[in-house]
């Protein structure tokens, strides 16, 4: 490291108040500096004060430094010095000024000039203003837009966010700023305190020519479309592509080199996130009480943040697992606490598998629409552990539509999947036996449970609108592959994918949650609502744009040479090669252009209640092979061969 360097590394480390009184000693010997300097211009003074004028000498370090400490000069943070703090210091000077000229004027001095108490303020204005920049440039190096940080990067936009960028990549010096890129053409071949703005077509060239590791997308305003033909372009580079974060959280302050981060998952997904309706995110929600189970999950914990965006006067927090309840319930607390809204938040632990809890906390609270988010949803856990699957997933669900049903609940509704449109494992049979449960309830006016509890009992109104939501893979979530790509990009590789061709369809957690709640606003009893999300991503191909996107290239065949393998590692227990979202055909449209709905095929309550007293009877006793006949019997397309039968759904708008 040079020597300039060590000397600044070393200033920085001192205690901020040896810093201070270094200032104060710089600042006091130009103030001595600027009387004399006043003098000399008016009367050519250059020797010894004489007369009185030893008294301005003295005055001056009296007058200057109150002021510069009320202020705030010397809490300033010279490196972080801009055009606020200038103005801050013009402003003492000029509240100096003032009141040193009105005391020349008063005492008289013999041997001072009147205009003294114009020409030193001047003076000593561009001795302080000099001083502060100088130490700027020498503490930051504003000159050296190269830097000496290890990663050699492009920044992608020259306008604000892209400035502060530069600031902040000054001041950290971990990065050696290489230069711009701007489609503005009016920019183009200009530069920003001394580094260079290139255009789109020029940056494959400065890549090679200037070794560039990174590229930063600081245009945090720009449209998804846009965006997403940056990135596309920027594939094919060997560079790391990293971005800022949104325009609400740039807001917030300064941009530091801590707020870089790697591509969000919809930069990944290569689609436009669907846009929410407000209308039907409020509907069943604002000053209402409502109940999420599965609420410390990654669907139920998205489902309570946005739910208390529409400001309930009660949010009911059920959860099985302790940590996660506790987890989420100090996240909303300070949520309500950051934004002054007034929710009651009740975190309750339960389990689904215990009615008589449910049921206490559905007549307690009375909640007016229930999110059913709780199920276990790993797909090669559930077929390891098939009977708690099914008593988790399908009687789960059961338990709180019954406990829903009787104490009024408004709406119900289930978080599904397209894992249960033509199953080939029990957890997406389990989740398609819940939906049938749910139809099956919505069809009925009013029904009892004789056979399942077994003895007779009487007969339970239903005033509850049942709805069911299935949506693709979430990216994000506990299980998701983007984290588990991404902890095995740092690991070095492989990325690991289980067959070339399997796809799937994918949202982001955000896109889930606001799809379940609006499905609930538009649900009238019974349907099943499902998101068009455009074509199916292949696996191998994300793997492929994530290692790219990180500046690595791909080894195979192609390229021996490359950086990071990605591994087939063969299908897994119960996984298919292609998910559907429609076991039927022709869905109809809804209030939202992105969301579909279908009324599909199910069996009546009195149909349906035998074949779930039988399937809970074999769960219980752990009869896998009994459970599985059932399954077969019930689910539409459930089995093994469905693996290589399956093909995707065209959803048509």
């Known amino acids: 490291m040079p020597v300039s360097r060590i000397s600044v590394a070393s200033l920085l480390a001192l205690p901020r108040p040896a810093k201070r009184a270094a200032v104060l000693a710089v600042d006091l010997v130009l103030s001595i500096f600027s009387v004399w300097s006043a003098f000399y211009l008016r009367i050519g003074q250059t020797g010894l004060p004489q007369y009185q004028q030893a008294y301005v000498y003295l005055l001056t370090p009296f007058l200057v430094f109150p002021i510069f400490v009320r202020l705030g000069l010397y809490r300033a943070i010279f490196r972080y010095t801009g055009m606020a703090a200038l103005a801050s210091t013009a402003k ?3 509240i100096y000024a003032a009141v040193f000229f009105i005391a020349l004027l008063i005492f008289k001095w013999n041997g001072v000039p009147g205009s003294i108490g114009l020409i030193q303020p001047m003076i000593f ?11 700027r440039f020498w503490l930051v190096g504003l000159g050296d837009g190269y830097g000496d940080g290890e990663g050699r990067l492009l920044i992608y936009g020259a306008g604000e966010a892209g400035v502060q960028t530069a600031s902040a990549l000054r001041t950290s010096r971990q990065f050696a700023l290489l230069g711009f890129i701007d489609e503005d053409a009016s920019k183009i071949g200009g530069s920003i305190n001394g580094v260079d703005i290139f255009g789109l077509d020029e940056v494959r060239d400065i890549v090679e020519r200037m070794g560039v590791t990174d590229i930063l997308l600081a245009i945090p305003s720009l449209g998804r479309v846009r965006r997403n033909g940056i990135i596309a372009t920027l594939r094919e580079l060997p ?17 530091t080199v801590r707020d870089f981060r790697e591509l969000d998952v919809e930069d990944l997904l290569g689609r436009a996130p669907v846009v929410p309706n407000a209308a039907l995110l409020a509907r069943n929600h604002s000053g ?18 946005r739910i208390m965006l529409e400001k309930p006067r009660r949010l009911v927090l059920v ?77 789960g669900t059961l338990n709180m539509a019954r406990a829903a049903m009787e104490s009024g609940v408004e709406y119900f509704v289930l978080v599904s999947t397209d894992k249960a449109v033509r199953p080939t494992n029990v957890m997406g049979a389990t989740k398609r036996m819940s939906e049938l449960v749910l139809q099956a309830l919505a069809a ?28 693709g893979n979430v990216l994000g979530s506990s299980g998701s592959v983007v984290p588990l790509f991404r902890r095995q990009l740092l690991e070095g590789g492989p990325l690991t994918v289980t067959h070339k061709d399997v796809t799937r369809y994918f949202m982001t957690i955000p896109e889930a949650a606001q799809l379940v709640l609006q499905a609930g606003a538009m649900a009238r009893g019974g349907e099943v609502f499902v998101l068009d999300m455009g074509h199916p991503v292949k696996i191998i191909d994300l793997a492929r744009r994530m290692i790219e996107l990180s500046g690595l290239a791909v080894r ?19 996984e298919k090669l292609y998910e559907e979202l429609l076991i039927g055909d022709n869905p109809e449209g809804t209030a939202h252009e992105r969301i579909m709905k279908a009324r599909e095929d199910h069996l009546s309550w009195s149909e349906l209640e035998p074949v779930l007293a ?40």
Do not use: W
């Not at 509890?453 to 339970?460: F, L, S």
């Not at 195979?556 to 119960?574: A, F, H, Q, S, Y």
């Not at 093994?640 to 048509?652: E, W």
């Open 92 to 94: 003492a000077v000029g």
């Open 125 to 135: 204005l561009l001795l302080v203003g000099a001083s502060r920049a100088m130490a």
């Open 239 to 255: 560079v790391h592509v990293r971005t800022l974060p949104s325009m609400s959280d740039l807001a917030s302050g300064r941009v």
């Open 288 to 305: 209402k009480t409502v109940l999420v189970t599965g609420a410390g999950g990654s669907i139920g914990s998205e489902l309570c943040r």
């Open 319 to 395: 959860e099985h697992n302790e940590f996660g309840l506790y987890t989420i319930h100090r996240e909303l607390e300070d949520r309500c606490s950051e934004q002054c809204l007034s929710i009651e938040l009740v975190p309750l632990l339960a389990s689904v598998s215990n009615l008589g809890r449910l049921r206490e906390i559905c007549q307690i609270h009375r909640p007016s629409t229930v999110y059913h988010a709780a199920a276990y949803k790993h797909v090669p856990l559930v077929e390891c552990n098939p009977s708690e699957g099914v008593l988790n997933n399908v009687f």
């Open 444 to 471: 009925s006016q009013a029904l009892t449970f004789d056979v399942l509890d077994r003895q007779a009992g009487e007969a339970v109104k239903n005033r509850t609108i049942f709805a069911m939501v299935r949506f």
């Open 556 to 574: 195979d065949e192609r390229n021996p040479g490359g950086d990071i393998e990605i591994k087939i590692t063969g299908l897994r227990p119960g």
């Open 614 to 653: 039988e399937i809970r009877l074999a769960a219980e006793q752990h009869n896998q092979v009994h459970m599985q006949e059932i399954l077969r019997r019930l689910v539409h397309g459930y089995g093994p061969q469905a693996a290589d039968n399956s093909v995707t759904a065209t959803l048509q708008n």
